[in-house]
């Protein structure tokens, strides 16, 4: 071939490949999109971690940590991986176990502002480290799934073979209790991890205290779960109170690591009582508890002494006709220890009202018709406290400084998106605050920012970037995601949702839609965080071609006390209302194919599966849900009785919400998956709904994953995704 032929073609070709081959992007996978997946990780956008040190931001990495500069931003190196695996080794006179050297340095801490050392805990140690002179000064055993630490005592509560135990700065081990076990359960989250409860023991500001509960569940009836895996298969019975059945007991003990002696608090009888929301005053002598009766109506924030137990009374009383629910404890001023805030839904929203220790309301520091999500801290220095709330918008998370003077807001972020997200294990915010309360770390997405992280300093108006964050999907056909409102079916509540398109979306086509759903309390689905906080499956579905739809309806969270309980005693009623507003505006589109619509949901949102498909046959032609509610009468005291009162008080509303009577209206295709051993919602629900198919003679497909719980664990995750998708791509393509 002439060579200069040869170069005119291959000139044409550079020129209209990228219009052909080389503009085509990558297509994901369920590898890349689900958690659990081989490459998730690498497809959500990059993270950095950091902690304070005082008013010193530390940005820890992999292997090393360093000192931010306010000013200039610039990192200085202050400790590393090698230094500390040193400074071990000289420790221990020159040989250490494999196990105790440190592979990570991502979840150091720095307990102490006014000494540089390092909390570093890596199982089976936790040592403090020197940096400046690069040694261990500090080291203690670490080898318990439940530990709870002190910085101010060093001391550490944990919990082994069932029974509580405190081992002091110095190694020593005390025993608090004998009798633990499967039915006495002692330092440990009870009530279900209801009511903002996630442990079971609470350190005393000086540390030289422990309060702790102890469970007795012993007159709670087990729930026979089987364990597959012996030779023969084995019970492994599950203590599990049902609503309107026999609950647990619970009781506050305190431990005196001084005079190693334990006392209970007088309390009075623990039947049908919940304790919640621990927490100790600023001078360690009282305990400050929101308890509540069963029916969960009536709270009471009581006081204890903690040195006799004794009752000191009652403080603060609050009463909802339909259920009052307290989620976070207390919090006194650090600069006046007669002084605190409550916070409360008392008006219809979350806000914060400053109370003294006699329980008299001094004032309303925040009012309005949004809700305070968390109180994340004080600046003392300017008399302020500051919140994450959701005043900018009922999807955003943003981050507010309040004087209490006031209660004047300003806000600290860019008024977009969705903030502070940097979680405790509590839920909470607090560690993204400098000790003084001057500064704090935003780490925050928008629907099309994936992640940034900014350093906001109080009184400024200006706020420094630390990091961004690429687009971890840029090489892919991602799909269009869109956020908008509809009216609920009361024709005056804005309904948020969220719409994902097909990659190559054509306006002028009829696409399969499905409609993704939870629907229940303490949940919601659509946030102005990436992408609307579409889940990653929704994506692989757009890929394939269906439309995907997500609506938040009444009941969800974070919209106040009137949004929240409409749904009051019968629970899956008003939400298919609104849910149906939604199928009507999906019909109203143009490129809805009305006659291939789907559901899918999880828990709360199987539930909501079946409830559509059943209530509505002749609308949905296929739905897949997983570890579905079918009665509440089996689901949990806590949850169920708080939304539905009891199978005594409320039986219309629990034979109206049943999805047994049900079972005879399926019609289209109904994949139930259920995990085999799940104690969140036990097989009974689904195993009971299809023995009333089977009297109905309808057809129900079952599937279930042996040995998991409400929630498939790494690949199962992976291959329960693949069989959800299958199933539309079978039934509704």
Known sequence: MNKHFSHFLLTLLAFTLPLSIMAQKKTFTLEDLNYGGMNYRSMTPENQTYAWWGDVLIHNTRNTCYSIDPKTLEETQILSIEEVNTALKEDAGG???????????????????????????????RVL?????????????????????????????????????????????????????????????????????????FWSPDGQKLA????????VSDYPQVNLSTRIATEEPDKYPMAGETSHKVTVGVYDLASDKTIYLKAGDPTDRYFTNIQWSPDAKRIYIQELNRDQTDIELTVYDAVTGDKEGVIYREHNDKYAEPLTPITFLPWDDQKFILQSQK???????????????????????????????????????????????????????????????????????????????????????????????????????????????????????LFTAEDPWKDYDAPEFSCGTIKAADNATDLYYRMVK??????????????????????????????????????????????????DNRGSCDRGLEFEQATFRQLGQLEM????????????QPYVDADRIGVHGWSYGGFM?????????????????????????????????????????????????????????????????????????VPQHCLRFIDECIKAGTHPDFFVYPGEPHNMRGRKSVHLHERITQYFEDHLK
């Open 129 to 201: 480290y020197d940096w400046k002179d690069k040694k261990v000064v500090w080291k203690q055993e670490y080898s318990y799934d439940i530990s709870d630490w002190s910085p101010a005592s060093r001391a550490q509560a944990f919990v082994s073979n069932d029974n509580l135990f405190v081992m002091d700065a110095e190694g020593e081990t005390h025993q608090l209790s004998t009798d633990g076990s499967r039915e006495i359960v002692y330092g440990q989250s009870v009530h279900r991890d209801e009511f903002g409860i996630y442990k079971g023991t």
């Open 609 to 681: 599966t079946i409830s559509l498909m059943t209530n509505h046959p002749d609308v949905f032609k296929v739905g897949v849900a997983g570890g579905p509610v079918i009665d509440w009468q089996w689901y949990e005291v806590m949850y169920g009785e708080r939304y539905m009162d009891t199978p005594q008080t409320n039986p219309e509303g629990y034979e109206k919400t049943s999805l047994l009577r049900q079972a005879k209206n399926l019609k289209g295709h109904l994949q139930i998956i259920q995990g085999l051993n799940d104690k969140t919602v």
């Open 212 to 219: 702790f509960y102890r469970m007795d569940q012993s007159m």
């Open 577 to 588: 209302a609104d849910q149906m507003k939604g199928v009507e505006f999906l019909k109203q």
């Open 347 to 465: 008006d219809g929203y979350n806000h914060l009202y400053l109370m003294d220790v006699k329980g008299r309301e001094i004032k309303q520091i925040t009012k309005g018709p949004w809700v305070v999500l968390d109180l994340i801290g004080f600046c003392k220095k300017r008399g302020s406290v500051i919140i994450l709330s959701t005043e900018a918008n009922p999807i955003q998370n943003n981050l507010y400084e309040v004087k209490l003077s006031n209660g004047k807001r300003t806000l600290l972020d860019n008024g977009k998106g969705c903030h502070a997200n940097t979680y405790q294990p509590d839920g909470k915010h607090s560690s993204i605050l400098s000790a003084s309360g001057t500064a704090l770390y935003d780490n925050y997405s928008e629907p099309d920012v994936p992640r940034n992280i900014e350093l906001i300093t109080l009184g400024k108006d200006k706020r420094e970037r």
């Open 95 to 125: 040989t250490v176990p494999l196990n105790e050297l440190f592979v990570y340095l991502g979840s150091a801490s720095f307990p102490y502002p006014d000494q540089p050392l390092a909390l570093l805990e890596n199982p089976p140690i």
């Open 502 to 551: 097909p990659i190559d979306f054509d306006p002028t086509k009829k696409y399969p839609t499905v409609i993704y759903v939870y629907g229940g309390p303490h949940s919601r689905n659509v946030e102005a965080r990436w992408h609307y906080s579409s889940r990653g499956w929704e994506t692989y579905m757009a890929q394939k071609g269906y439309l995907l739809f997500i609506l």
